[in-house]
């Protein structure tokens, strides 16, 4: 995904990182009987540390939330992909919460249906820095798809398995995106009350 956007000053460690020193890991780790995995969540953890770091701060409007569907109750008939906020908000998966987040610090969201969809997500909206929900696979593949853009990731839980009711941290959502996110821009998140 080639485009010109504004980089922080980790771009140039975490493109050698990713698509350098990854897949000699991952090349390692299949060697070894390591789980590709326990790989993944060790760069994507590394990718983190590196964009935290950096201490850069977006404003809001030139960040994208991005979401994978599985998040949604599997049952659920409210279709959220092509608006988030067609979430009724019964209760049932963690997609509420997510949206009173993106609501309060008044950052773009959206739910995507796989990798694709989240790369097509972020050509679309041509964000400055994008936090992202997802599983290892996914997550790796789209941050090193989106280098030099910072793709922060969060790691969905899985506790039906894969690609079903998956859930999140939303604490920790809520925490990333508030070292994130530029508050002298005329656009402070807003409070629980409004």
Request: glycine share 4%; charged share 25%.
């Given at each position: 995904m080639k485009r010109t956007v504004s980089t922080?000053?980790?771009?140039p460690k975490r493109s050698m990182i990713m698509n350098v020193v990854y897949p000699v890991y991952r090349?390692?780790?299949?060697?070894?009987g390591i789980s590709g995995d326990s790989i993944d969540d060790f760069?994507?953890?590394k990718n983190n540390r590196l964009i935290l770091q950096s201490r850069k701060k977006y404003p809001p409007q030139k960040m994208l939330l991005l979401f994978p569907h599985c998040l949604q109750d599997w049952e659920c008939p409210h279709r959220i992909n092509a608006d988030i906020h067609n979430c009724h908000a019964c209760g049932k998966c963690k997609i509420p919460e997510l949206v009173r987040i993106g609501d309060r610090y008044k950052v773009p969201m959206r739910v995507v249906g796989g990798g694709s969809a989240a790369r097509r997500a972020i050509i679309d909206t041509r964000p400055d820095f994008v936090l992202a929900v997802a599983c290892e696979r996914d997550m790796i593949s789209g941050i090193r798809d989106s280098l030099p853009l910072p793709v922060l990731g969060i790691l969905?839980?899985?506790p039906n398995g894969p690609c079903k009711n998956t859930t999140v941290d939303v604490e920790r959502v809520e925490r990333?995106?508030?070292?994130?996110?530029e508050t002298n821009s005329g656009l402070s998140p807003t409070s629980e009350e409004d």
């Open positions: 922080d000053a980790t771009a090349a390692a780790g299949r060697l070894f760069f994507i953890e969905n839980e899985r990333t995106l508030a070292l994130l996110v």
